[in-house]
């Protein structure tokens, strides 16, 4: 493929965005997890635990967001903030690749407290958001949700973009919040913060095809090649830099870019 100019390119991505971001997506994709409800809190909390474990085979990712979610009760914002010390012992024996029944009660238990003190997941980014981006605010999240005592293994489960971390997972969940949802999937049900802060959820598949298409230099895919990636997508689109990691994902997973 020739090098193409900025004009080119944008119209290549806008188009390849445009292409993927179908209802036709969510089959295939985690985020048909929080399409199944329809209240807030169920939404916000049912899509974060399916990004943290959004890692790997994607068939395995839904399957045991699935069973997750059934183990909840199909209800996580009433499990969430109702369940006693006893109904924590239901979760033993989940497992998905390394976050095992170990992290998820103390995913329910942390949630718990931040339900508790800021009312949604939403106030609690809001509080800490800047203009610019919301790394700063996935920072004070994760110190904020590891405030309680827990096992030092469950904190790898939540990147620190201060550790030079993508933040892959918690990116792909705030995406998943902010962003409009008339294109049907996206669900758009956080109003305070707006797409333009938003970081593309930076993986293997989208950092190649980025690299190909003159997006990015650095090597690695981690917090500074982030910053580079935003960097140019918002030089396509300030207003909605993430649409791009459409055209990027399905270049990469769908047609071997």
Known sequence: MKKLNRKELKEFLDEK???????????????????????????????????????????????????????????????????????????????????????????????????????????FFNQFNTEKD?????????QEFFSLPHQVRTEKHVSDPHKNSAAKRINMFLRWMIRDASAGVDLGIWKTLTPAQLSCPLDVHSGNVARKLGLLKRKQNDGKALAELDKNLRKLDPIDPVKYDYALFGLGVFEKF
């Open 17 to 123: 965005a445009a292409f993927y971001e179908q209802p036709k997506f969510i089959e295939s994709d985690p985020v048909q997890i929080p399409h199944l409800f329809s209240i807030k809190e169920d939404i916000e909390i049912s899509g974060f635990l399916t990004a943290t474990i959004s890692w790997g085979n994607r068939k395995s990712i839904l399957t045991n967001a699935h069973k997750l979610i059934k183990l909840l009760g199909n209800s996580p914002y009433d499990y969430i903030m109702n369940h006693k010390e006893t109904d924590l012992e239901n979760l033993e024996g989940f497992v998905h690749r390394t976050f095992n029944s170990i992290d998820l009660s103390y995913f329910i238990v942390g949630l718990k407290e931040l339900y508790t003190k800021y009312g949604d997941m939403e106030s």
């Open 134 to 142: 919301l790394q700063n605010a996935i920072h004070c999240f994760k």
